[in-house]
């Protein structure tokens, strides 16, 4: 879930993030989403303003904020794999 509120989406940049993470995870998780184990959503605010854009992944509840998308991939993908950091 990627907040595309007005801070986290000042100048673009939440939408932009959101761009950029759905096209890695089609190149990389492209069997996990078409079986629906990751879906991509977006909220106008999820209330934890910090370093824009905030990230949230479910059902874990962990927040990102600031992250790269080759981090965010490492951590989905260990996720994915039943491995938690």
Do not use: H, W
């Not at 907040?3 to 890695?24: M, P, W």
């Not at 992250?67 to 039943?82: C, F, P, Q, V």
């Amino acid at each position: 879930m990627i907040c595309v509120g007005e801070r986290c989406d000042a100048q673009g940049l939440a939408r932009k993030k959101l761009c950029e993470i759905e096209t890695a995870l089609a190149r990389r998780f492209d069997r996990a989403l078409a079986n629906g184990d990751i879906k991509i959503s977006t909220r106008d605010c999820l209330r934890l303003c910090t370093t824009a854009p905030v990230i949230r992944l479910e059902p874990s509840g962990d927040v990102y904020a600031g992250m790269e998308t080759d981090e965010l991939l490492i951590e989905i993908d260990k996720i994915l794999a039943g491995e938690r950091s």
